[in-house]
C-alpha cells in the first residue's frame, strides 16, 4: 500500500468513523422547560376554536387536523368545554383567547398529536379559583418514561394576559400527548383537574440547525482535495 494510498483509507476510516458517533446518540435527548412562546420555535398554533365556538360542550375522545398533523383532546371523564376570555369565562388570559377546559376536580385532560411534536408551550389556570397555584404538566414520550414539569403562577380575574406560561423542546420528535393537573392546596385534590388552558404553540417540523456529521464529512472531503493538490505539486 502506497503513502498516499494509506493515507486516504485512513481519513476516510476517521469519517466513517466520526459520523458513526454523532449520528447514534440517545434516542431520548431529553427535555427543556422554557417560559416563553417564542423558545418553543413554532411552526403551528393550536386554537381551540377549532373544536367549536364558545360555550360548547364537547363530549371526547375529539380529533381535529390541525396543519400537518391531527390533534386529539380528551377528558378522563368524557367532557371538555370551550369558552372564550371576555365572552362566557373572566381569568388571567388575555381577552379574546381561545380556551379548553376540563370542569371535574377528579379528572384529567390529556392533548394528543397523530405524529410525535418536539416542542409545545401553553398558559393554563385553575377554575373558579383566584390566589397561587402550581400547575403540573406530564409529557408523554415514545422514546422513554413520562416527564413531569411544573410551573408557579396567580390566578386572577383580570384578564391580562398574566396566566402563568408552560413549555418544553426537545432535540428529537418523542412528545406524543400533555397531561395537565393543577394545585391550589385542596387537602381532598392535591392535584386536581378543573382547568383551562389558552392557544398551544407546537414544533412540528423543527428547523434543525446542519448535523456535524455532514461539516464533518465536508472537511473530510476538503481534506481529500488538499491532498490531491499536494499530490499534483510534488509530480510537478
Not at 360542550?57 to 400537518?68: I, Y
Not at 390533534?71 to 388571567?92: A, K, M, P
Not at 412528545?175 to 389558552?198: R, S, W
Not at 473530510?220 to 499536494?230: F, I, K
Request: aromatic share 8%; with cysteine; net charge negative.
Amino acid at each position: 500500500m502506497t503513502n498516499r494510498t494509506f493515507a486516504l483509507a485512513t481519513l476516510l476510516g476517521l469519517i466513517t468513523l466520526l459520523v458513526g458517533t454523532f449520528a447514534t446518540g440517545p434516542a431520548n435527548a431529553g427535555l427543556i422547560q422554557v417560559g416563553t412562546r417564542a423558545a418553543i420555535g413554532a411552526d403551528l398554533t393550536v386554537n381551540w376554536g377549532l373544536f367549536g365556538p364558545a360555550g360548547t360542550v364537547l363530549s371526547c375522545f375529539c380529533s381535529q387536523t390541525a396543519g400537518p398533523i391531527d390533534v386529539h383532546i380528551n377528558g378522563s371523564s368524557g367532557e371538555l368545554d370551550r369558552f372564550d376570555e371576555g365572552t362566557d369565562y373572566t381569568g388571567n388570559f388575555a381577552k379574546g383567547d381561545q380556551l379548553l377546559s376540563q370542569p371535574f376536580l377528579s379528572d384529567i385532560m390529556t392533548v394528543g398529536f397523530s405524529a410525535p411534536i418536539f416542542g409545545f408551550g401553553t398558559q393554563i389556570q385553575p377554575l373558579g379559583y383566584t390566589g397561587a397555584f402550581t400547575a403540573y404538566i406530564t409529557v408523554l414520550l415514545n422514546d422513554g418514561p413520562n416527564q413531569t414539569f411544573t410551573v408557579t403562577g396567580n390566578s386572577t380575574t383580570a384578564e391580562d394576559n398574566s396566566a402563568p406560561f408552560i413549555g418544553l423542546t426537545s432535540s428529537v420528535a418523542d412528545i406524543t400527548a400533555i397531561q395537565f393537573l393543577v394545585d391550589i392546596g385542596n387537602a381532598n385534590f392535591p392535584k386536581e383537574g378543573a382547568l383551562a388552558i389558552n392557544q398551544m404553540d407546537v414544533d412540528v417540523a423543527h428547523a434543525v440547525p446542519e448535523p456535524l456529521t455532514f461539516s464533518l464529512f465536508g472537511a473530510g472531503l476538503a481534506g481529500l482535495a488538499v491532498m490531491r493538490r499536494r499530490k499534483r505539486n510534488l509530480q510537478a
